[in-house]
């Protein structure tokens, strides 16, 4: 079994038919993660502060609806892409990363897929990634799906002048 991440962006979509392409009729999950507000307002400057006529249950109600589409959406594109998909949402209490991998070790995955922001340079070392910080903890195959947006362009550098591409 696989574990497939989805959050619904364009590198999420990339990852699923990447995942497809390698393991067509595996069986899978297709994770999203979302997060309390509690969990959100505890990591934030604000604290558990209580925000004036915010009430959280519905905040909390309305993420979980919000992931339970996004899920049902990226098991959807799994299917189509070929997998035996099921879908799973996930409140996480920890990081983003670690809620991964709990999950990758809860459901016994035999690998993770995940796609790329693609964050290079300044940008990478100062925000990190989900990507990164799975496959520095993982203890299975990791597959990082690279942004479509980023791999177009890193196509293009390496071809020449002639049109041919480097080896």
Same mark, same amino acid.
């Given at each position: ?43 934030? *400057?604000? #604290? $558990? ?9 519905? +905040?909390?109600? %309305?993420?979980?609806?919000? =992931? ?47 796609? *790329?922001? #693609? $964050? ?9 990634? +989900?990507?990164? %910080?799975?496959?520095?903890? =993982? ?29």
């Amino acid at each position: 079994m696989i574990l497939i991440c989805y959050d619904g962006s364009a590198d999420a979509k990339a990852a699923i038919e990447r995942a497809g392409e390698l393991f067509g009729g595996e069986p899978a999950t297709v994770l999203t993660v979302w997060q309390p507000i509690a969990f959100v307002l505890a990591r934030s *400057s604000a #604290g $558990l502060i209580p925000i004036a006529g915010v009430d959280m249950e519905d +905040v909390d109600a %309305a993420c979980r609806e919000e =992931a339970e589409s996004l899920v049902a959406e990226g098991t959807e594109l799994a299917r189509a892409a070929g997998l035996d998909a099921h879908p799973l949402v996930r409140a996480q209490d920890t990081s983003t990363s670690e809620a991964i991998l709990n999950v990758a070790d809860e459901a016994r995955a035999s690998a993770i897929v995940i796609g *790329s922001r #693609g $964050l290079t340079g300044l940008k990478s070392l100062l925000l990190g990634s +989900v990507s990164h %910080a799975v496959i520095q903890h =993982a203890d299975r195959t990791v597959v990082v799906v690279p942004s479509p947006g980023v791999a177009s362009s890193r196509a293009g550098l390496r071809e020449t002048a002639g049109g041919r591409r480097h080896k």
